[in-house]
């Protein structure tokens, strides 16, 4: 019990960064060796590694969350658009055409 009075000073506990190391892969074998070695014994330390490989995954996810929510709002601001230009080209010819065909048929009725 005396050796957790001093958990965040030299001590025999495992940093932080050595454990954020150690769960990214970042550690020679010999260090990991020696970390898997210490949580063997270490009771605080490895309930400590567990919680930072649930906060691991839970910013992982929060990660995923957003990009999958700016991937959403991009396409529903895309939907938004009423018409994309190639529909306002076909309308804008269909209505030609249209005003087109009566001005001939007018044309032609006018001269009877």
Do not use: P
């Not at 009075?5 to 010999?30: A, C, P, W």
């Not at 898997?36 to 839970?58: M, N, P, Q, V």
């Not at 001005?103 to 006018?110: G, T």
Request: hydrophobic share 45%; net charge positive; with cysteine.
């Amino acid at each position: 019990m005396n050796d957790r009075k001093n958990i965040f000073g030299d001590s025999v506990h495992l940093t932080t960064g050595q454990m954020l190391n150690y769960l990214r892969h970042n550690i020679s074998r010999e260090e990991k060796h020696q970390v898997e070695r210490h949580i063997t014994d270490c009771e605080f330390c490895s309930d400590a590694l567990e919680g930072l490989k649930k906060l691991e995954a839970d910013a992982s996810l929060l990660n995923i969350t957003a990009e999958l929510q700016k991937m959403a709002r991009k396409r529903k601001v895309s939907r938004r658009k009423l018409f994309s230009t190639f529909d306002l080209i076909s309308v804008f010819a269909v209505v030609f055409l249209i005003l087109f065909l009566i001005a001939v048929a007018v044309v032609l009725f006018w001269k009877r």
